[in-house]
């Protein structure tokens, strides 16, 4: 939280450089004056009006936050900078956030250095929270580092643009200042500099050609790529509605005849990461609490769902990493 001065001996607390969406965003004016808050991003504007209480006003802005957002797109969901106007009879205060469609756990550390699994062959990018005023840096395989420009907030960028010659490997360097803790004493950490504010992406490059690919944000809202290895075929059916039918032979009229109305079919397909590493096991996990998740077929993003099961992680170096993936229901006629 930061701290201001509002009107001219009181106080105001507000959210941080960075925020997300699907934390608390609090607000915290001390006046004895009605306040008005109207939060905006672009040609969208929201206004919360506050009488106070006790000498203060307290307000959570998380959930209009969350409204500039178009989640349920195909686009990818970058950062917005949004701007805050909180105003009383007797002063006005304005502020901006950089605001990540996501939330942090505790014990979490954000935007720290990672070695990932590029998937040269099909679509990629890889995510990165990047400060004003970042110096960045890449380089492949024996090549030397060259500074580059990628704007600031969270960013989703193209390897293939980046340093698309690599054969072996490719690495985003960014040298920044680290923002100070988002949240309370329960995420001091959250912002830690690793290496005094060093910052290195380590992708490594993958060719491989077949299988199921899929994406997904994560909770930090990065985005997230595998390819798995394609296991067997399932299909689970729904009967709808019985509708009678009227029935006779030459002889007979019956009872008890019917149709159903239609049918829902939805098509399963079993997927596995084999033998992969605790630190890519656990970037796995984050599939399992993502509402976003895309397979990769035919040249086109296709939303699919991970089946609701537990699964269960072992101690060992090397582990699989087994997942049922749910396709979109399968169309047919209905009666």
């Known amino acids: 939280?930061?701290?201001?001065?509002?009107?001219?001996?009181?106080?105001?607390?507000?959210?941080?450089?960075?925020?997300?969406?699907?934390?608390?965003?609090?607000?915290?004016?001390?006046?004895?004056?009605?306040?008005?808050?109207?939060?905006?991003?672009?040609?969208?504007?929201?206004?919360?009006?506050?009488?106070?209480?006790?000498?203060?006003?307290?307000?959570?802005?998380?959930?209009?936050?969350?409204?500039?957002f178009n989640a349920g797109g195909m686009e990818l969901l970058p950062s917005k900078e949004i701007t805050?106007?909180?105003?009383?009879?007797?002063?006005?205060?304005?502020?901006?956030?950089?605001?990540?469609?996501?939330?942090?756990?505790?014990?979490?550390?954000?935007?720290?250095?990672?070695?990932?699994?590029?998937?040269?062959?099909?679509?990629?990018?890889?995510?990165?929270?990047?400060?004003?005023?970042?110096?960045?840096?890449?380089?492949?395989?024996?090549?030397?580092?060259?500074?580059?420009?990628?704007?600031?907030?969270?960013?989703?960028?193209?390897?293939?643009?980046?340093?698309?010659?690599?054969?072996n490997f490719g690495v985003i360097r960014l040298d920044e200042e680290i923002p100070e803790s988002t949240f309370d004493y329960t995420f001091d950490s959250t912002f830690r500099p690793v290496g005094d504010g060093v910052i290195i992406n380590r992708l490594v490059v993958d060719d491989s050609e077949c299988g199921i690919y899929l994406r997904w944000i994560d909770r930090h809202g990065f985005y997230q790529y595998w390819l798995f290895q394609e296991g067997e075929s399932g299909a689970g059916v729904d009967n709808?509605?019985?509708?009678?039918?009227d029935f006779s032979d030459e002889n007979y009229s019956f009872y008890g005849v019917f149709r159903y109305n239609g049918k829902s079919m939805q098509m399963t397909k079993k997927a596995c990461a084999t033998l992969v590493d605790q630190g890519t096991f656990n970037m796995l996990l984050?599939?399992?609490s993502s509402p976003l998740v895309d397979m990769y077929l035919n040249g086109n993003w296709v939303p699919v769902n991970i089946s609701t099961k537990s699964i269960?992680?072992?101690?060992?170096a090397l582990q699989d990493f087994e997942i049922e993936i749910e396709f979109p229901e399968t169309i047919s006629q209905s009666l």
């Open 84 to 167: 805050v106007k909180i105003q009383t009879s007797a002063d006005a205060f304005t502020f901006t956030t950089k605001v990540i469609w996501g939330a942090m756990n505790i014990g979490e550390v954000f935007n720290q250095s990672r070695t990932v699994t590029w998937f040269k062959n099909f679509p990629f990018t890889i995510s990165m929270y990047i400060a004003s005023g970042a110096t960045m840096r890449k380089r492949y395989d024996r090549n030397k580092y060259q500074t580059f420009s990628a704007g600031s907030g969270l960013v989703h960028l193209n390897p293939s643009s980046l340093f698309g010659g690599a054969t």
């Open 312 to 316: 269960s992680g072992t101690t060992q």
């Open 286 to 288: 984050t599939l399992l």
């Open 1 to 68: 939280m930061r701290t201001g001065v509002f009107e001219t001996n009181k106080s105001i607390m507000y959210p941080d450089e960075v925020s997300f969406c699907f934390n608390p965003m609090k607000i915290k004016v001390n006046t004895e004056n009605t306040v008005t808050c109207t939060i905006s991003y672009g040609a969208m504007s929201f206004t919360d009006k506050r009488t106070p209480y006790g000498g203060s006003v307290e307000l959570d802005i998380s959930m209009y936050s969350q409204a500039f």
């Open 240 to 245: 709808g509605d019985k509708l009678y039918c």
